[in-house]
């Protein structure tokens, strides 16, 4: 698939078969994600956690879902979450943790298109999931650092292979 379609075809999944994703669909996800830029070039400041295991799934859903207005789960059912974590600490003027995250999850989500896959950027279970220490742990983050995101993915219960539109010409400016 070329670049642009791929994009074009990215969108995020609320609903997942249930059915794991094959190991080299992950490899394959996890390179785009590792292709991505980050803050210096500085790797080590960033940390991914592949969580395929279904009773931590749900223990991240229920956190994830605490205190929000709709208790439904926030990782749509997917059996694949990618957590995308950053040192709490970063060695430059500002924290780029978060623009790291966006940058591997976006590539992640790409990739995911360009292999048939669905995949959702979460950040809405974030709170729940991070105020429960306990949890953090459980799920592989290290000591230090902090996670910004998630990238669910698995198969669309209803796949959608249309494709975006070139749209939002209200938002761009040009100046020549």
């Not at 994703?21 to 490899?27: P, Y």
């Not at 060695?91 to 590539?107: K, L, M, V």
Request: charged share 25%; with cysteine.
């Amino acid at each position: 698939m070329e670049t642009i379609k791929a994009i074009a075809r990215r969108k995020s999944t609320r609903k997942y078969l249930d059915r794991q994703i094959a190991e080299k669909e992950l490899e394959t996800i996890l390179f785009a994600g590792c292709a991505a830029p980050v803050a210096g070039n500085d790797w080590h400041t960033m940390q991914l956690v592949v969580i395929q295991n279904k009773e931590l799934l749900s223990r991240i859903s229920e956190a994830g879902s605490r205190g929000r207005k709709r208790r439904r789960d926030p990782l749509y059912g997917a059996l694949t979450l990618v957590l995308i974590a950053s040192e709490i600490y970063c060695p430059y003027p500002f924290h780029a943790g978060q623009q790291n995250a966006a940058c591997i999850g976006e590539n992640m989500c790409i990739a995911a298109a360009d292999l048939g896959l669905g995949s959702t950027y979460l950040t809405g279970f974030l709170p729940g999931f991070n105020a429960d220490a306990e949890l953090v742990k459980d799920a592989g983050v290290r000591e230090g650092f902090k996670t910004e995101a998630a990238i669910a993915l698995g198969y669309p219960e209803v796949p959608d292979d249309s494709e975006k539109q070139m749209a939002h010409q209200e938002i761009i400016t040009f100046i020549r």
